[in-house]
């Protein structure tokens, strides 16, 4: 069955520190997208992608970068993690943009000490 | 920036009743909403999404609505279960905006 799966579940980190999270799917869905989750804030969007060499801001991207080699892949960089990145990560895929059905992955818990 | 209010943010029902839960969002201009169950350190599951031409969707226990003049969804469950128990979030694109701009979450506690 088609999935996405994210690697690592669990990540701690110190500050300073770039740490790249890794997002994968095997939907063959040309539009990626990564979100984070905050008490108090719901899930923000960080980046997006709508196919290879597509990437683009969300509401929420300063501090982050992604990039997209390939369909199945959008990996999630934080060029000096700060404590303030301390989150849930979630990664989401569809089919057809941001009007389709989207898929989630089960999360990365990043802590930034 | 478009905006999305659930109401409740936390219920807690006796096993059997039928439920409502609430979604409001500021934005006219949107192209689906989307509904999904969070369990407790877990994923995000899809329930149901509606087009913005559509006015409701069905699958099994569970309708959503969808009123775009008013700006509202409602998610309806029927006889719920123990097992119901999770986050639900509304989210909806559109608006100028890519991706989703989700709600806050309605925790619902369904009691045995």
């Known amino acids: 069955d088609a999935e996405i799966t994210q690697s690592p579940r669990h990540k701690i980190t110190e500050t300073g520190r770039q740490v790249t999270l890794a997002c994968h799917q095997t939907?063959?869905?040309?539009?990626m997208f990564w979100y984070r989750q905050d008490l108090g804030h719901g899930l923000r969007l960080i980046h997006y992608s709508y196919g290879v060499q597509d990437t683009n801001k969300g509401e929420v991207s300063d501090g982050y970068s992604v990039s997209r080699s390939n369909t199945e892949d959008l990996p999630l960089t934080l060029e000096s993690a700060a404590s303030s990145q301390t989150s849930v990560y979630f990664c989401?895929?569809?089919?057809?943009?941001?009007?389709?059905?989207?898929?989630f992955g089960p999360g990365t818990r990043l802590t930034v000490l | 920036k478009q905006e999305v209010t659930q109401i409740p943010a936390a219920l807690s029902v006796p096993e059997g009743e039928n439920l409502v839960l609430n979604c409001s969002f500021t934005d006219s201009a949107i192209y689906n909403l989307q509904w999904f169950r969070q369990d407790p350190g877990k994923g995000l599951t899809s329930l149901l999404l509606?087009?913005?031409?559509?006015r409701e969707q069905t699958s099994g226990r569970l309708n959503a609505s969808l009123d775009k003049s008013s700006g509202r969804s409602t998610l309806y469950i029927a006889a719920s279960q123990p097992g119901d128990s999770a986050t639900y979030l509304c989210?909806?694109?559109?608006?100028?905006?890519?991706?989703?701009?989700f709600g806050k979450g309605t925790h619902l506690i369904i009691q045995p």
């Open positions: 989210a909806m694109s559109g608006g100028g905006a890519d991706g989703l701009t």
């Open positions: 939907w063959n869905h040309n539009n």
């Open positions: 989401a895929s569809s089919e057809t943009g941001a009007a389709g059905e989207q898929f």
């Open positions: 509606i087009q913005s031409s559509q």
